[in-house]
């Protein structure tokens, strides 16, 4: 079964850290490159970074410098390491892989930063 399972989200104050998992189905994982996506309230999803097979990232503008997509191979895993949090960056996030499938879309991990 194909499985998409986002987990590390939850409240952090501005300038802090979180570290969210992607635990993949192989299937997935071995065939895509992989992506982290989020949605804020009232906006469309969006990309925040991706990795390809060979390792290459790609950031959107908004998190560069700040967010750091990696991959365990041996855990078909996929994180984000997210530094200096900003207001702007809560939202849900989500992974798939790249380019998304809408049928691989999970329930995501809320990211919230607040003080």
């Known amino acids: 079964q194909v499985q998409l399972v986002e987990s590390g989200g939850g409240l952090v104050q501005p300038g802090g850290s979180l570290r969210l998992s992607c635990a993949a189905s192989?299937?997935?994982?071995?065939?895509?490159?992989m992506g982290w996506y989020r949605q804020a309230p009232g906006k469309q999803r969006e990309l925040v970074a991706r990795i390809g097979n060979s390792g290459v990232t790609y950031y959107a503008n908004s998190v560069k410098d700040r967010f750091t997509i990696s991959t365990d191979n041996a855990k078909n895993t996929v994180y984000l390491q997210m530094n200096g949090l900003k207001p702007e960056d809560a939202a849900v996030y989500f992974c798939n892989r790249f380019p998304s499938y809408d049928a691989y879309w999970g329930q995501g991990t809320q990211v919230t930063v607040s003080s």
């Open positions: 192989e299937i997935i994982f071995r065939a895509y490159a």
